[in-house]
């Protein structure tokens, strides 16, 4: 939880990073039109500990000084953290910003400062995930998190063994992001939660470590796993670590989504089965071409969700399934190489 000398402190950075000109800005309504250099748009992610949101960062913020606009950024501090989000915003909102370009920290916690931006005239479309409802915000650039899920699923379905014990190691359900890969890898290998399929499911918190810990609890109750889903690429990293310290490595397939370079290293490398890429900065990309159209001339992107477009990567392909291998994951992928 931030204490508010935090908060404080998030408002003051936030502020320098705008600088004097758009202090000097006179616009009631923060969608009309104007020069490139009187131009701003906020920008608020989510933790960047996760580079994943650092790239998405990047991307679009490389995209709106590409047309000459300033930037105001600001970032959750940890997974969840809606209240900085929503400082960040309401500061965005009195400094007259054109559009704000979120990454939602909780779908309902932004939903009030959002429509306060919008009733200030401000386009707000959010990335990666979505708020709810969907129509809070003008628009949403994201992955189609249940359709890449799905994708592993069938995936891991073709893949399996003859009697799978499947291992689900989850984010937190009420994320967009999590709870729609997990929905879509359950339907797209063809089961339920409550199938006797799966040996256990543990939540992570995304990182390797945790990926690594919970996959050595399950292992201990269940011994007999040898099918793994796994919310990212990190926990999957963190996983492949318990089952080779077990001496299980290769007697568990593992499924993931990101497409990282690290991840998709991993599917070369033989940890990964399967991985869906991801395009953040293609989110970023839509986004400020979504921002440029409204700003130009008042014209609102298409509500609801844009897909930016998920990519199977295995080097395992299956029938029926399209996929690419890990040498175009490889020149195609996110992160750091």
Known sequence: MHTIRRAAASILATSLLIGTAACGSSDDDAGSGSGS?????????????NPFFGTLEKA?????????????????KVPGDSATQVTA????????VKAIVLDPANPTALVDVVKKARDKGILVVTVNATVTPVDAADATFATDNTAAGK??????????????????????????????????????FGITDKDPQIAGEALTKGTVETGQSAMENLLSAHPDINLVYTINEP????????LKNKGLQGKATM??????????????????????????????????AAAAEYIANGTKPKPGLTDSGTVLITDKPVAGLTSQTSEWGLQNCWGEK
Request: negative net charge; proline residues 4%; contains cysteine.
């Open 37 to 49: 250099s009187d131009v701003t748009i906020g920008i608020v992610e989510l933790n960047l500990s």
């Open 151 to 188: 994708l592993i699923g069938q995936w891991a379905k073709a893949s399996a063994p003859p009697s799978p014990r499947i291992a689900l190691l989850d984010f937190d359900l009420s994320d967009g992001p999590a709870g729609g890969r997990h929905n879509g890898f359950l339907e797209g």
């Open 255 to 288: 499924v993931s989504v990101d497409g990282a370079c690290s991840g998709v290293q991993d599917v070369k490398d033989g940890i990964i089965g399967a991985t869906a890429m991801q395009f953040p900065s293609k989110m970023g990309e839509l986004a400020v």
């Open 89 to 96: 915003i309401e500061n965005m909102i009195a400094r007259k």
């Open 235 to 242: 926990v999957a990293h963190g996983a492949y670590t318990a």
């Open 60 to 76: 679009t913020e490389a995209a709106a000084t590409a047309k000459g606009w300033k930037v105001m950024k600001s970032e959750a």
